[in-house]
Structure formats: C-alpha cells, structure tokens
C-alpha cells in the first residue's frame, strides 16, 4: 500500500496565493437559463451546480477582471458539424410528453435511462455548445487569451449517440472551430472519466492530441488503456495514462506535469482545450479519486503557465458544492484573483455549510497507485511522444480560415465586433449570412457537368443532401423538359404541343405510326411540318414553319431523333451512348435502357402488324416530361392491358406523346 502524500500547498494565510505568469484576459461565458433544467428526479447530473459556481464567481468580485457573455445557442446546422442530421433532429423533436412514439429512435441512439429525455433537452445542449463554440471563435480572432466555458465539457457525447450523461459533444465542436485557424490542438482531459467522444472524433488524425487522465478497469466507459495509441495518421496521438483508486494531490502532480511537458515540447500545439470534470475531486459521488480543490486547480495552473490560447469547460462531477467551489476557484486562478478562504454570502450560502469556506480537503482513502507504477506508465507515454517528434502532416495543408461565423480577414472581425457590441445575443449578423448565401469562393461547374447540361441530362437529386443543382439550370419553370444550353425558344415545344396533326396520329396508331407519317405522309401535308434547328430567337420559328411550307418534301431524319422508340427518352441515343466520359448518371440510364431492350423488340414487332389496331401504349414520360426510371419491362405490359378500357389513359397518352416528340426535336437540333 502506498503511502498517504500530503496536498499541494498553495495556501497563504487566510487568503489562497493562485500562482501568478503573466495577466491573460479572459473571456467568461454564462446563461443564466442554465441552472433552470433538470434531468429527471434523482438523477446525479445537476445543471444548477453551474449556476452555483457563478454565483461565488459575482460574490468574489471576480468577474470585473474579466468579460462576462452570454453566447447564443448552438443551432442545429452548427451541431451537426459534428453530429448526425437525424440524431440532432431526434433531440430537436423529442419530450417527455411524445418520447413513447420513438421508441426506436431512443434505443437507436442511446437515449432512456443514463441519459433520459427531459424538458428542454435541446435547449440545453444549445447552451452547452454554443459557450464552447463561441469561446474557441474568439481565440481565433484572438479577442481573448483564454476562454472558460463551465456549462461545456460534456466529452462522453457520440457522433449519433447519447452517452454518460451527454448529448452533444460541445468540446468536438470547439476543437472542430479551432483548427479553422490552428494546425494543431491539444485536448487535456483531468475528469475522472475517459473521454472517449473525443477521442474517437480524432482517433484518426495527428491535427489533435488527446491526453487524459482516468480511472480505468470495471468503470464506465471501460475505455482508455494504455495501448490506445491512435490509428493511421493518428498514431500516437492520443494518449492516456490509466489510473487507480484514491490518486492524491502529489502523485498526480508528479505524472501530470512531466506528461504535459513532454506533449508542449514535441507535439507544439498553437491552441489548448482543458476538461475540468470536478468528479475527480475527492468525495464524488460517482468518483473514486482524492485529489483536493488545491491539487484540481494546480493542473489549470500549470496549463496557464504555456501562454496558449485556452479553452477551459467543465465537466462532470456530482457533489454539486465542491464542484461549486472548485471552479469559483480556478476562475479566479485564470484571472490572478486573490480569493478568501471564507465564502462570501450569497443566495446559495447555505449548500456550503458546515464550514463554508472555499476548500475541498483530501480524505484519508487508500491511494492504489504505486510509485513504480506511476513512473512505468509515464515513461512509456513519454516514449510515445518521441515518436511523434517529425513534422505533423497538417504542416504541408492549407489551414482554412473560414469560421464558423464565416470570419475571413480583419475587417470582417472589426465589423463583426461592432455588430456584436450592438446585438450581444446575436451570433450571426446579417452581413454573415448574406455571405453565406453567396459565397466568394463558390465552387464552379466542372467540364463534365457543363457537358452534360448541353446534353439536356438530369442529375440524379437524391444523391447528396447539400449541395445545389446547378446542372439543370435551364430547365423551362413548368415544362419538365431540360431545355438545351443552346436556347431554344420555348415557341418550339408550344407549337408541337398545339399540332393537331401530330395528336391525331398519335391517338390512331401510337409513336410508331407516328414515326412512318413523319417519313411518308409529309408530302400531302406540306403546311404540317415540324420544326428544323433549334430557334436562337422567339421569331426563328415561325420563319422555319414558313420556309418548310414552300419547300414541301419529307425531311430526312436527324441525328438523336428518337421519335420512332416509344419508350426510350431522347438522352439514351447511340450517338450519346458513345461518349468516352460517363458519370453515374449516365451509366444508371444505359443499364435502364438495357434492360427495356426485349420490350422494345416486342414494341417493334407489334407495330408490324398493321391488322393489330391497339390503343396506344402509355409511355414511360410523364405529363411534366420527365423520365419514370421506376417503371420495368414488367410494369409497362401491365398497363398495355389497362390501357384498352382506361379511357381517360387513352385521352391522356397524345399529349404525353407530343411532349415527347417535341423534346425528340428539341435535343436532336
């Protein structure tokens, strides 16, 4: 058994000395709304514990050595930087009142019993991100040198799971913002808890290091061995130093303060995240370590003393006055507050009794870890760190420097400020968004996409979530029909829509008779021609119509002209089929056509029989002209059979027909 060390003694008289390097300006985020959610009754996370700490951070005088804000919340879009669409959208819609009707939704993500559903859940979350984010957005614009955030730290959160009492993992979303303008972060986690969401959001990279130090064995999460070390990239770079039972002050003094050297000294990162979890204070509730209020804020100490710009957030812990006192105190410490170690009175005076002063003593537990292990752990992590001694890959990228507040250069900044200075609840102004809307750097259409909207092909919309089609920009509002990027006038389809002629034949013999009336019956019917190249103007139309009058013959076929296959639409011609390049697109529509081969056959085969009058087959275009993909082989030859007692599909069909056959004209010109 290992014997009992005495606390770190930072103690002077009856005023706390906190250890003094140079003034740093601090930045403090607080909403008073925090303090109103409760989880479920008896649960040990309590939100009030933050409010709380604030409270004995007013009452200190503390806050006139800093600025004091309140960020506005995360927004969805802003969570799921990180997190899922449909996990973000569960915690927006579900409440107590309706969580019986996601049932599945609640075992799909995690959400029941450590980490209930209770009112407000989004809302808190919002709070808890929002403070994270938009501390870590004034580091980058270099506003303040550290910024603290106690209503954060919730570092158990998944990407699209619930875990250990949190939801959305504010520290990702903070580090995610820092990298826009850092190329490398280090994440130092002291709660009692692996914080694994972290980790696993950066297992694979070397842009951030994480560090922490748990208690690990028969402990949620059950994760943290030594031998997690990172994968790929991200090899070394997460490091974790496991720990026992009833760790005190001095050893963890002697194993956080070589380990955190050695981190600055080869990893070098440009900004610092510090997890505070206070369930590593001796007396927790759900802890199992003895480290007293001293020896908690001599980590924070030691952090401070690099000069990186430092996020600090909370945490867990769930003793709700030490918690409390704790980081009243290293609040103070961050900003060289000289604090008594009476407590000043205060609306919450009486959680503290019966002492009430701002202390948490060690206790007289067994500490478990041994020197020689200690020093084994640590000498190995270290080793470790050498490795990662060669330049990290981010060096040779290109670190981008939009925000999430789309902050660009320093005149935006400045602009910003004087907006915020103005609105202190607003974290978007309307100048941001308008710049989000119409960005600078808008990426343009590549040569393939331009191609293919020359060709009049659609692109497949369900494909990706964000992102604009720009590729059928051309599209006529009502038509359905993607319009050539030639400009055709829109003269050209009305007139083949209002040709009787072409209704006519349609409604006798179907596209086929329609295909032989095009090549046959045009010399009787000189005044009924169709249109030749495609109008560059509204009035070259009419000019055409006028000129195949005095000319009078049949016209010979066009190359792409399609007229004669029912089915098939005029994007599937052998002429296009026999372009080098195809994307997904095009590939999904030769297998279609592939596919209808034998019905085509069939198609051309009835059509030989001129004794075999069948109403008109209903094509696989739609009203709006747009191609049923869905439709098989199997489906059409079903509706052959309805087609002969449907009659309003036999009404219906000529017009289908005609739009067809205009768009036929339309691409083939």
Same mark, same amino acid.
């Given at each position: 058994?290992?014997?009992?060390?005495?606390?770190?003694?930072?103690?002077?008289?009856?005023?706390?000395?906190?250890?003094?390097?140079?003034?740093?300006?601090?930045?403090?985020?607080?909403?008073?709304?925090?303090?109103?959610?409760?989880?479920?009754?008896?649960?040990?996370?309590?939100?009030?514990?933050?409010?709380?700490?604030?409270?004995?951070?007013?009452?200190?005088?503390?806050?006139?050595?800093?600025?004091?804000?309140?960020?506005?919340?995360?927004?969805?879009?802003?969570?799921?930087?990180?997190?899922?669409?449909?996990?973000?959208?569960?915690?927006?819609?579900?409440?107590?009142?309706?969580?019986?009707?996601?049932?599945?939704?609640?075992?799909?993500?995690?959400?029941?019993?450590?980490?209930?559903?209770?009112?407000?859940?989004?809302?808190?979350?919002?709070?808890?991100?929002?403070?994270?984010?938009?501390?870590?957005?004034?580091?980058?614009?270099?506003?303040?040198?550290?910024?603290?955030?106690?209503?954060?730290?919730?570092?158990?959160?998944?990407?699209?799971?619930?875990?250990?009492?949190?939801?959305?993992?504010?520290?990702?979303?903070?580090?995610?913002?820092?990298?826009?303008?850092?190329?490398?972060?280090?994440?130092?986690?002291?709660?009692?808890?692996?914080?694994?969401?972290?980790?696993?959001?950066?297992?694979?990279?070397?842009?951030?290091?994480?560090?922490?130090?748990?208690?690990?064995?028969?402990?949620?999460?059950?994760?943290?061995?030594?031998?997690?070390?990172?994968?790929?990239?991200?090899?070394?770079?997460?490091?974790?130093?496991?720990?026992?039972?009833?760790?005190?002050?001095?050893?963890?003094?002697?194993?956080?303060?070589?380990?955190?050297?050695?981190?600055?000294?080869?990893?070098?990162?440009?900004?610092?995240?510090?997890?505070?979890?206070?369930?590593?204070?001796?007396?927790?509730?759900?802890?199992?370590?003895?480290?007293?209020?001293?020896?908690?804020?001599?980590?924070?100490?030691?952090?401070?003393?690099?000069?990186?710009?430092?996020?600090?957030?909370?945490?867990?812990?769930?003793?709700?006055?030490?918690?409390?006192?704790?980081?009243?105190?290293?609040?103070?410490?961050?900003?060289?507050?000289?604090?008594?170690?009476?407590?000043?009175?205060?609306?919450?005076?009486?959680?503290?009794?019966?002492?009430?002063?701002?202390?948490?003593?060690?206790?007289?537990?067994?500490?478990?870890?041994?020197?020689?292990?200690?020093?084994?752990?640590?000498?190995?992590?270290?080793?470790?760190?050498?490795?990662?001694?060669?330049?990290?890959?981010?060096?040779?990228?290109?670190?981008?420097?939009?925000?999430?507040?789309?902050?660009?250069?320093?005149?935006?900044?400045?602009?910003?400020?004087?907006?915020?200075?103005?609105?202190?609840?607003?974290?978007?102004?309307?100048?941001?968004?308008?710049?989000?809307?119409?960005?600078?750097?808008?990426?343009?259409?590549?040569?393939?996409?331009?191609?293919?909207?020359?060709?009049?092909?659609?692109?497949?919309?369900?494909?990706?979530?964000?992102?604009?089609?720009?590729?059928?920009?051309?599209?006529?509002?009502?038509?359905?029909?993607?319009? %050539?990027? $030639?400009?055709?006038?829109?003269?050209?389809?009305? =007139? @083949?829509?209002? +040709? /009787? #002629?072409?209704?006519?034949? *349609?409604?006798?013999?179907?596209?086929?008779?329609?295909?032989?009336?095009?090549?046959?019956?045009?010399?009787?019917?000189?005044?009924?021609?169709?249109?030749?190249?495609?109008?560059?103007?509204?009035?070259?139309?009419?000019?055409?119509?006028?000129?195949?009058?005095?000319?009078?013959?049949?016209?010979?076929?066009?190359?792409?002209?399609?007229?004669?296959?029912?089915?098939?639409? %005029?994007? $599937?011609?052998?002429?296009?089929?026999?372009?080098? =390049? @195809?994307?997904? +697109? /095009? #590939?999904?529509?030769?297998? *279609?056509?592939?596919?209808?081969?034998?019905?085509?056959?069939?198609?051309?085969?009835?059509?030989?029989?001129?004794?075999?009058?069948?109403?008109?087959?209903?094509?696989?275009?739609?009203?709006?002209?747009?191609?049923?993909?869905?439709?098989?082989?199997?489906?059409?030859?079903?509706?052959?059979?309805?087609?002969?007692?449907?009659?309003?599909?036999?009404?219906?069909?000529?017009?289908?027909?005609?739009?067809?056959?205009?768009?036929?004209?339309?691409?083939?010109?």
């Amino acid at each position: 058994m290992a014997s009992h060390a005495a606390p770190v003694d930072l103690a002077n008289g009856n005023g706390i000395a906190l250890g003094s390097s140079s003034p740093k300006k601090v930045a403090y985020f607080y909403d008073s709304d925090i303090g109103n959610f409760a989880y479920v009754a008896g649960h040990p996370m309590k939100p009030h514990r933050i409010r709380l700490a604030h409270s004995l951070i007013m009452n200190y005088g503390v806050y006139k050595k800093m600025e004091i804000y309140r960020a506005k919340p995360a927004t969805r879009l802003e969570m799921t930087q990180f997190h899922t669409d449909e996990y973000i959208d569960f915690l927006q819609k579900v409440s107590p009142e309706n969580m019986d009707n996601f049932q599945r939704e609640q075992t799909k993500f995690n959400v029941g019993d450590d980490c209930p559903v209770f009112d407000g859940l989004f809302e808190f979350c919002g709070i808890s991100a929002g403070g994270s984010m938009e501390g870590a957005a004034r580091l980058n614009r270099q506003k303040c040198d550290m910024a603290v955030n106690w209503a954060g730290g919730l570092h158990h959160a998944k990407k699209s799971e619930a875990s250990g009492f949190c939801y959305v993992n504010d520290i990702v979303l903070g580090i995610l913002e820092l990298l826009r303008f850092n190329k490398r972060v280090l994440y130092i986690d002291i709660d009692v808890h692996h914080g694994d969401g972290v980790e696993e959001a950066f297992y694979t990279t070397d842009r951030v290091m994480t560090v922490s130090f748990h208690k690990y064995g028969e402990y949620f999460p059950g994760t943290g061995e030594l031998r997690d070390i990172g994968i790929g990239a991200g090899k070394y770079y997460a490091v974790n130093f496991p720990l026992r039972d009833g760790i005190d002050d001095s050893s963890y003094k002697s194993v956080f303060e070589p380990v955190i050297s050695s981190v600055m000294e080869f990893y070098n990162p440009d900004a610092v995240v510090l997890q505070c979890g206070g369930d590593s204070l001796s007396g927790d509730r759900l802890g199992c370590f003895n480290l007293s209020m001293e020896g908690h804020a001599n980590c924070v100490k030691f952090v401070k003393s690099f000069n990186r710009p430092t996020l600090v957030v909370g945490g867990g812990g769930y003793t709700m006055r030490n918690v409390a006192r704790t980081w009243a105190f290293e609040t103070g410490l961050l900003v060289d507050a000289q604090m008594d170690r009476t407590l000043p009175f205060n609306e919450y005076y009486e959680y503290y009794g019966p002492d009430y002063e701002l202390d948490v003593r060690a206790s007289n537990m067994e500490n478990a870890n041994s020197p020689e292990y200690l020093e084994k752990i640590k000498n190995q992590l270290i080793e470790n760190l050498r490795r990662t001694a060669h330049v990290p890959s981010v060096q040779m990228q290109d670190v981008p420097r939009h925000s999430l507040g789309a902050m660009t250069d320093e005149d935006d900044a400045e602009l910003d400020d004087l907006d915020e200075d103005e609105n202190k609840d607003v974290r978007m102004t309307q100048r941001q968004w308008e710049q989000r809307i119409e960005r600078d750097d808008e990426y343009e259409a590549s040569d393939n996409e331009e191609m293919e909207k020359a060709n009049g092909i659609r692109r497949n919309g369900s494909s990706r979530r964000t992102f604009q089609d720009y590729r059928n920009s051309d599209v006529e509002g009502d038509s359905g029909v993607a319009t %050539p990027a $030639d400009g055709t006038s829109e003269s050209v389809i009305k =007139s @083949k829509e209002t +040709d /009787e #002629v072409v209704m006519k034949d *349609v409604e006798d013999g179907g596209r086929e008779a329609v295909a032989e009336a095009s090549e046959t019956a045009t010399d009787s019917k000189p005044d009924e021609t169709k249109s030749t190249e495609g109008a560059e103007a509204a009035g070259v139309a009419e000019q055409e119509e006028s000129l195949a009058e005095i000319q009078g013959g049949p016209k010979p076929a066009k190359n792409g002209d399609k007229s004669g296959k029912a089915t098939t639409p %005029p994007q $599937d011609s052998p002429e296009k089929q026999d372009q080098p =390049s @195809k994307d997904d +697109d /095009e #590939v999904m529509q030769d297998a *279609v056509d592939e596919s209808r081969q034998p019905e085509k056959e069939t198609e051309e085969k009835r059509s030989a029989e001129p004794e075999a009058k069948k109403p008109p087959k209903e094509s696989n275009i739609d009203k709006d002209g747009d191609v049923d993909m869905d439709e098989t082989p199997a489906d059409q030859k079903q509706n052959d059979s309805k087609a002969a007692g449907a009659e309003d599909r036999a009404e219906a069909s000529p017009a289908t027909e005609a739009v067809e056959k205009t768009k036929d004209t339309t691409t083939s010109s």
